[in-house]
């Protein structure tokens, strides 16, 4: 049964794996509050699942979640079922607890990043997530760098954010140096750098995809036995 994960832009991710497809925080328009893209993403189809890490508006983004079915399992923080009632099995977790998914056993572990939805008032953890399969395949949504990530070794393959949309980022976010270093704690095989050059606030970036370049620079200094795979957006990566 083939395997493969497919990048849509910013935490997009569309996961393929054991007869499950699992879609990650879909965010598929050109505009989103203040932020646009230049080419809005496919609505991935035949999608089995949606995992949304937390409640950011770039995260869980309720027009684009119009695309997907609504008898599709949608696993979301504590805390965020009441944004999507429109949905018919919206499942809470918090981490350390854990779904089912067809075969597959999908663990939410700790994100470092705040999770709350401003404005809107639901509040919830961030989650990253370990889909446990024939390959472990692990999704940091939004996180900062913190030690428990060590738990979460050994993996086949770490979907790791990289930058953000605007010129800084603040606390719980990965910047290319600190993704590079969580590598060292997630041993994974394979690692695809996410959440870069995809929604911007202001005029278009000659060199988006910098950030992703730059990690894969860092990876190779600082976990050399992982290799990198840079995807353009709707590019496919096959899981050997």
Do not use: C
């Amino acid at each position: 049964m083939s395997a493969a994960v497919t990048w849509l832009g910013h935490a997009t991710v569309v996961v393929d794996l054991d007869g499950q497809r699992i879609v990650t925080d879909p965010v598929l328009r050109r505009r989103v509050i203040h932020l646009r893209r230049d080419h809005a993403a496919p609505v991935p189809q035949g999608a089995t699942g949606v995992l949304l890490s937390h409640l950011h508006y770039d995260h869980l983004d309720l027009p684009s979640l119009k695309a997907f079915a609504r008898e599709l399992p949608v696993v979301v923080p504590r805390g965020g079922a009441r944004l999507l009632r429109a949905f018919a099995d919206v499942r809470e977790i918090e981490p350390g607890e854990s779904v089912d998914l067809g075969a597959l056993h999908v663990e939410a572990v700790e994100a470092e990043h705040d999770g709350r939805r401003h404005p809107g008032g639901a509040s919830g953890p961030a989650l990253g997530y370990i889909l446990h399969g024939s390959r472990a395949v692990y999704f940091a949504g939004d996180t900062d760098l913190f030690a428990g990530m060590a738990a979460f070794a050994p993996l086949d393959v770490a979907l790791l954010p990289v930058a953000g949309w605007g010129k800084k980022l603040g606390p719980g976010h990965l910047d290319p140096d600190r993704a590079a270093a969580a590598l060292a704690l997630l041993r994974p095989g394979v690692a695809v750098p996410i959440h870069w050059g995809t929604y911007r606030a202001g005029r278009r970036v000659e060199d988006s995809a910098a950030p992703a370049h730059a990690f894969a620079r860092a990876a190779a200094q600082l976990a050399p036995d992982v290799r990198v795979e840079i995807l353009p957006v709707a590019g496919t990566l096959a899981l050997e």
